[in-house]
């Protein structure tokens, strides 16, 4: 049977937009990369920057964005698998939901430097005696901000996507409603909340913007928390913007993409994992 000529265009159309989005992809990870990884090396990683970074090494900022992450994650993801688990599970759909679903949607999509400003005003200024100023628990808190929407969002969508026969079955077994939830629902939804997760991670691996205004920048090892510090994406702009040194800027691009690579390759490993022993695999 010959195809129609509008589906043979839209064939081709979809084929060459998909053809274009990776190309463009490859395009820029593949120039960053080249310029990049002839930067790297044993002491580039394990060596402070100096000078305002254009000279020494990544080390304290790559201490700086793993106390960062691992805090803003630990903050988010309790949160936001509670809201989707309590929108999702425990009510039922009406004005409350749909007025925090909306005000949820709508913080996604406020301009981080907004958030990074807000930041500034509550966390750094307003509750400097808490958190220190400029710190990782004021930077973590303005990310929790940025990213506690979209794990809600995936998190909910992958709690309604367990068929009801499994709550069904359950509850037919005289399991209460909340260990329905905990040993089947959460169990069946861990490969879309570890999807939820990782979205997150990226988010905030590669914010800049608000971290400016509530981070600090130093280039010293952060000793704990309350102590200013500095990611990779804050090093490689602040680097390449006040002192020039896209020589250094390029190592970090490259080190930042490796790193968010993976996070993802394992992250991809672990759902894929856990759906084969999920199926029966």
Same mark, same amino acid.
């Given at each position: 049977?010959?195809?129609?000529?509008?589906?043979?265009?839209?064939?081709?159309?979809?084929?060459?937009?998909?053809?274009?989005?990776?190309?463009?992809?490859?395009?820029?990870?593949?120039?960053?990369?080249?310029?990049?990884?002839?930067?790297?090396?044993?002491?580039?990683?394990?060596? &402070?920057?100096?000078?305002?970074?254009?000279?020494?090494?990544?080390?304290?900022?790559? +201490?700086?964005?793993?106390?960062?992450?691992?805090?803003?994650?630990?903050?988010?993801?309790?949160?936001?698998?509670?809201?989707?688990?309590?929108?999702?599970?425990?009510?039922?759909?009406?004005?409350?939901?749909?007025?925090?679903?909306?005000? $949820?949607?709508?913080?996604?999509?406020?301009?981080?430097?907004?958030?990074?400003?807000?930041?500034?005003?509550?966390?750094?200024?307003?509750?400097?005696?808490?958190?220190?100023?400029?710190?990782?628990?004021?930077?973590?808190?303005?990310?929790?901000?940025?990213?506690?929407?979209?794990?809600?969002?995936?998190?909910?969508?992958?709690?309604?996507?367990?068929? &009801? $026969?499994?709550?069904?079955?359950?509850?037919?077994?005289?399991?209460?409603?909340?260990?329905? +939830?905990? &040993? +089947?629902?959460?169990?069946?939804?861990?490969?879309?909340?570890?999807?939820?997760?990782?979205?997150?991670?990226?988010?905030?691996?590669?914010?800049?913007?608000?971290?400016?205004?509530?981070?600090?920048?130093?280039?010293?090892?952060?000793?704990?928390?309350? $102590?200013?510090?500095?990611?990779?994406?804050?090093?490689?702009?602040?680097?390449?913007?006040?002192?020039?040194?896209?020589?250094?800027?390029?190592?970090?691009?490259?080190?930042?993409?490796?790193?968010?690579?993976?996070?993802?390759?394992?992250?991809?490993?672990?759902?894929?994992?856990?759906?084969?022993?999920?199926?029966?695999?």
């Amino acid at each position: 049977m010959k195809m129609p000529i509008q589906e043979k265009l839209a064939k081709w159309f979809i084929w060459g937009s998909a053809l274009l989005t990776v190309s463009i992809l490859a395009l820029i990870v593949g120039y960053v990369m080249v310029q990049g990884l002839g930067q790297l090396s044993i002491s580039f990683f394990l060596e &402070n920057p100096r000078k305002m970074g254009s000279e020494g090494g990544i080390f304290s900022p790559l +201490v700086g964005t793993i106390y960062f992450t691992l805090l803003t994650m630990l903050l988010a993801i309790p949160v936001g698998v509670g809201a989707a688990v309590y929108l999702s599970e425990f009510t039922r759909e009406g004005p409350l939901v749909r007025v925090i679903r909306f005000f $949820s949607d709508a913080l996604a999509g406020i301009p981080s430097i907004v958030i990074g400003l807000f930041g500034f005003a509550f966390f750094v200024v307003l509750l400097e005696p808490i958190t220190g100023g400029w710190s990782i628990i004021s930077g973590s808190l303005t990310a929790f901000c940025m990213i506690l929407p979209i794990i809600i969002r995936v998190t909910e969508e992958a709690l309604q996507a367990i068929p &009801n $026969s499994y709550r069904e079955g359950s509850l037919a077994l005289g399991v209460s409603k909340w260990d329905t +939830v905990m &040993n +089947v629902v959460l169990p069946s939804a861990l490969p879309g909340i570890f999807t939820a997760s990782l979205l997150g991670i990226g988010r905030v691996i590669g914010e800049t913007a608000a971290l400016l205004l509530t981070l600090g920048g130093s280039l010293l090892i952060p000793k704990s928390i309350f $102590s200013p510090a500095r990611t990779l994406s804050m090093h490689l702009y602040l680097v390449a913007m006040e002192t020039g040194e896209f020589g250094v800027a390029f190592g970090t691009a490259a080190v930042l993409i490796l790193l968010i690579l993976l996070i993802n390759l394992g992250g991809y490993y672990l759902v894929q994992r856990l759906t084969r022993r999920m199926v029966g695999d």
